[in-house]
C-alpha cells in the first residue's frame, strides 16, 4: 500500500493510522510518499492529500472507506488471518 501525504497533515495522519490498523490484520506494507518531494507528483496530488494505492490502483482520498479498502486489499490478494 503507499499512501501519499504532506507534513503537517492532520487528515493524512489520519490514514496513515487507519492504515496501520488494516496492516495489523492483513500483514502488508505501507509505503508513505511525500508529495513535497517531487514536483509532478505535488502538481497532480498535492491538493487531494491523502491519496492511498492498493496494487498500484486509487483507494481513497481524503478519508479511508473501511469497507471498500478491505476488499481491494483482499482483491489484490491479501488474506485476512482467521479470528
Known sequence: MRILSK???PLCEEMK???EVFRM???FRVEMEDVTADAGTMA???KSVPVAFVDGKL???GRMEPARFARMLEE???RRPRD
Open 7 to 9: 507534513p503537517g497533515c
Open 17 to 19: 493510522g487507519a492504515a
Open 25 to 27: 490484520w492483513y500483514g
Open 44 to 46: 497532480e496530488y498535492g
Open 59 to 61: 483507494a481513497c482520498r
Open 76 to 78: 489484490a490478494g491479501a
